[in-house]
């Protein structure tokens, strides 16, 4: 309990940073550090990884595989100035609603789950790409927030194995409620 403590603790000062992209050392290192840096995106993508092996079967690969994949569409229609409404609102939900449907057990259909989880990753993306420095390449860019995103889904799986464990259901649920928490922070904030 007290190294959670400690990395929620160190992952609140960069909240300042989530949507912050200078001097992040270029198009890939600003779009792999993004979703790393900002909590409010940290938490979401731990969040589908995590609810992905908590549903478990097909879960586990095709959430963190929508949500990329429909992030990268986002980003498009933020790259191109297109306008979505309520974005960070959305995004601050995201944690909030995944880390709920964690915490309370929710076994939503797989194709349910799919739509939420795409739904959440369009404004993800958008926000990426809608922030994207004019002098970074969006392709080297995109492949970085690509792969931080799929790092922390990976993080968010290797989490829901913890369900294998005795009282593994409880530390899993556990981890939903401290990112519904974190996203009603941001929230609220």
Do not use: N
Request: proline letters at 4%; hydrophobic letters at 60%.
């Amino acid at each position: 309990m007290r190294q959670l403590m400690i990395l929620v603790c160190t992952l609140i000062p960069s909240v300042a940073l989530a949507h912050v992209t200078h001097g992040a050392g270029g198009g890939f290192a600003t779009g792999f550090l993004h979703p790393i840096l900002g909590y409010d995106h940290l938490i979401a993508m731990v969040a589908v990884g995590l609810w992905g092996a908590f549903l478990g079967d097909r879960a586990v690969w095709l959430l963190p595989i929508v949500f990329p994949t429909i992030m990268a569409a986002g980003a498009v229609l933020g790259i191109l100035g297109l306008q979505l409404p309520l974005v960070e609102l959305i995004i601050a939900l995201s944690g909030v609603v995944l880390g709920a449907l964690i915490l309370f057990k929710v076994k939503a259909p797989l194709a349910l789950a799919m739509v939420l989880v795409g739904v959440f990753a369009v404004f993800h993306g958008y926000a990426h790409g809608l922030e994207m420095p004019e002098q970074i390449s969006a392709i080297t860019y995109g492949a970085g927030f690509v792969i931080g995103t799929g790092l922390l889904h990976l993080v968010g799986i290797a989490l829901g194995f913890l369900t294998q464990l005795p009282k593994g259901e409880w530390m899993v649920r556990g981890c939903g409620a401290v990112i519904s928490v974190i996203g009603l922070t941001y929230l609220v904030g």
